[in-house]
């Protein structure tokens, strides 16, 4: 098979080491857009709304400076100061115990408190205990149970009553109809195949029944031979509706 495919002849095989070292030249944008000349000063605003001639703009009136705080620095003697002296006092120095706890290098004993004072007592010496775990075997009652219960006693036996005949609640099989539908429907009479149309005196259309009635005769209006109608099957005797699927081959 060619191997010229529409991928390889697209992107076409380059040298790994090459693209390694090349590096691609910048492309430097150029300033597209130039100024005319300087901006003119008289802008919108200012050619609304100019000055206003003989009016003086009202001077600035600043308040008037009290000096709750005093004209010198302020005290640094305050009333905590004043009433907190420091006051020296003398600290004891700190106390170190040294270490009164060492390691000895003989082996701990065995024998501890809890295992001198908890003891394992002799079991042969004492009477083992009742159990008066229940009986896991069954013990069948002396005298028989009374069938006659609360349910029993208070809900007798009572003879069913015999189901009232309701003729509305009755389901009837489905019943096959004694007439034989209408084979000459609205959309057959509506759609026919051109060809000669020839009714009977029932309305029933008569001739070839391949598809539609009346649709294999010819414009002479000669009935179709036995090569277009379905096999033993008459167009000029016989007028009832075959259903194609039907028809024997």
């Not at 076409?12 to 100024?35: H, M, Q, W, Y």
């Not at 004492?126 to 069948?140: D, H, V």
């Not at 070839?208 to 009635?213: A, E, I, T, V």
Request: glycine share 6%.
């Amino acid at each position: 098979m060619p191997d010229g495919t529409t991928y390889k002849m697209s992107y076409e095989a380059f040298d790994p080491k090459s693209v390694r070292s090349c590096r691609g030249v910048p492309t430097i944008a150029k300033e597209n857009l130039i100024s005319a000349g300087d901006f003119h000063d008289d802008t919108t605003h200012k050619m609304s709304y100019g000055a206003w001639p003989g009016i003086k703009k009202q001077s600035i009136i600043y308040p008037r400076d009290h000096k709750l705080s005093g004209d010198g620095p302020m005290q640094e003697l305050t009333t905590h100061k004043h009433d907190y002296t420091p006051k020296p006092i003398d600290t004891s120095p700190v106390i170190v115990n040294p270490p009164s706890i060492g390691l000895s290098s003989a082996p701990m004993e065995r024998n501890s408190v809890m295992s001198m004072s908890y003891k394992c007592p002799d079991y042969n010496s004492f009477e083992p205990a009742t159990s008066y775990k229940p009986l896991t075997r069954y013990l069948p009652p002396e005298s028989p149970v009374d069938d006659s219960t609360t349910q029993k006693l208070s809900y007798m036996p009572w003879k069913p009553q015999q189901k009232p005949d309701m003729p509305w609640a009755r389901r009837y099989s489905y019943v096959l109809p004694n007439v034989p539908l209408e084979t000459h429907t609205v959309y057959n009479g509506s759609y026919m195949a051109p060809g000669k149309m020839i009714e009977d005196s029932g309305g029933h259309l008569e001739g070839c029944y391949c598809l539609f009635p009346t649709e294999c005769f010819d414009a002479d209006g000669n009935p179709p031979n036995k090569t277009t109608c379905p096999p033993n099957y008459d167009p000029n005797t016989e007028n009832t509706r075959v259903n194609p699927g039907e028809i024997p081959s």
